[in-house]
Every structure is written in structure tokens, then in C-alpha cells.
């Protein structure tokens, strides 16, 4: 089944206390991003990945870091988190290319919880 | 740069009524266009997309929506709508015909259908 999956699902931590999302799909997507979603806000992309090694700043980066290694994965890491971090966090790809419809798949969220 | 309003952060409707839902981007070139469904504590799922040719686009579970070119806009309606209806909607744009262009989601629409 073609999907994107983020581990953990839900996630209470406290201020300072280094944390890594995981998300991997299994699509061979080029394309991944992360977004952030906050009542009232709506979604607000925190950073982007075109291909292996290549990252980019989304909308609301700071305070976030990302990696991408390998092509199905794209971990987000806060080094330092704070409670202004408290969140749900999706991650999403799709594939790139000329004439594509750039329509994103979505992971389940991650409810992240820092005191 | 692209961006895009929902006009209504909740809409309350009985079921069986009729709804729309309004959304209007700005972008200075071709666009993308889709609309999101957030049910309660799920992951985003698409409810359809608008890339070219007819301006009605029909989607999932009833949803239809209209491409407006003139007036920027790209409602979601739905003729009768369900109990089940009830989540947030979310509209996003993608600059077309560019398969590395980002997608940027507006504020989101909670649809609340009471019996």
C-alpha cells in the first residue's frame, strides 16, 4: 500500500530534550515536507527536500532541522525544543516533474506535546 | 507569491443542507488548486483537484467545486450534506505547470453539520 508513515504518532517531551520525527514513504517520491498545523493557522511548511541532499526553508524554520540521506526518508529534529513547538506535525511527499498535478500524500500527524 | 484565503473559519449547517465553502487565492501565474478534508483526528485527505480543462470538478463523497479564473476563487459546495461531513477543509494552491513549485494551504474551514 502506497503510503507515508511518521513515528511517533504522539509525543509528550520537555523543553531542551533533543527529539526526532521520523517519516519514510514508500512511493519513490522526490519530493518531502513537513508542515506544521495550529488552530486558526491552517498548515505552515517548515521545510522542503527535492532529492537526496537537497533541503530548503519552508515558511517556519526556525528552531526545526531536517536531513535527507536516503530518498524515502525525511527525519525532522529539534535539537532544543520549546513549548512554542507544541504542534501536530504532518509530513508529506509527492513526485516531481513537468506536467505533474504536485498533489502532496500526507502522513497520519504527529501531536507533539512540550512542557 | 502565492496564497490563498478561506473566508469562513466555521461553517454550521444542518444536515441535509446545502453548503459552500469559499476559498480565493492570489497567485501572478497558472495554478493548481485543491481542497483537503481533515476529519477529526486523521491525517489530510484529498477531496479533488482542479489542473486544467472543465471548471466543475467533482471530487469524493458528493463534493464538487468550481475553478473561477476571473475571480480568483475555487469554492467547495456540496448539495445535502451528511453528519459524516463534519471536519475541517482546508484549500491549497500549486503554481502549475512546474513540478517543483510548493503548496500553500489556507487557514482551513470547520464544517460542523448538527442533525
Known amino acids: 500500500e502506497a503510503q507515508v508513515t511518521q513515528n511517533p504518532r504522539y509525543l509528550i517531551t520537555v523543553t531542551g530534550k533533543k527529539l526526532t520525527v521520523t517519516c519514510s514513504q514508500n512511493?519513490?517520491?522526490?519530493?518531502m515536507s513537513w508542515y506544521r498545523q495550529d488552530p486558526g493557522l491552517g498548515l505552515r511548511q517548515i521545510y522542503y527536500?527535492?532529492?537526496?541532499?537537497?533541503?530548503d526553508k519552508g515558511d517556519v524554520p526556525e528552531g526545526y532541522k531536517v536531513s535527507r540521506k536516503e530518498k524515502r526518508n525525511f527525519p525532522l529534529i529539534l535539537e532544543s525544543p520549546s513549548p512554542n513547538q507544541t504542534s501536530l506535525y504532518f509530513c508529506?511527499?509527492?513526485?516531481?516533474?513537468?506536467?505533474?498535478?504536485?498533489?502532496?500524500?500526507f502522513g497520519p500527524g504527529t501531536r507533539l506535546t512540550v512542557l | 507569491a502565492q496564497s490563498v484565503t478561506q473566508l469562513d473559519s466555521q461553517v454550521p449547517v444542518f444536515e441535509e443542507a446545502p453548503v459552500e465553502l469559499r476559498c480565493n487565492y492570489s497567485?501572478?501565474?497558472?495554478?493548481?488548486l485543491f481542497w483537503y478534508v481533515q476529519y477529526p483526528n486523521q491525517g489530510l485527505q484529498l477531496l479533488l483537484k482542479?489542473?486544467?480543462?472543465?471548471?466543475l470538478v467533482k471530487g469524493i463523497n458528493g463534493f464538487e467545486a468550481e475553478f473561477n479564473k476571473s475571480q480568483t476563487s475555487f469554492h467547495l459546495r456540496k448539495p445535502s450534506v451528511h453528519i459524516s461531513d463534519t471536519a475541517e477543509y482546508f484549500c491549497?494552491?500549486?503554481?502549475?505547470?512546474?513540478?517543483?513549485?510548493?503548496?500553500?494551504f489556507g487557514k482551513g474551514t470547520m464544517l460542523l453539520v448538527s442533525p
Open positions: 508529506a511527499s509527492r513526485a516531481m516533474g513537468q506536467g505533474l498535478s504536485n498533489e502532496q500524500f
Open positions: 512511493m519513490n517520491h522526490e519530493y
Open positions: 527536500s527535492m532529492n537526496v541532499e537537497v533541503t
Open positions: 497567485s501572478s501565474v497558472s495554478v493548481y
Open positions: 482542479y489542473l486544467s480543462g472543465s471548471t
Open positions: 491549497a494552491v500549486s503554481e502549475g505547470y512546474s513540478g517543483y513549485s510548493t503548496l500553500t
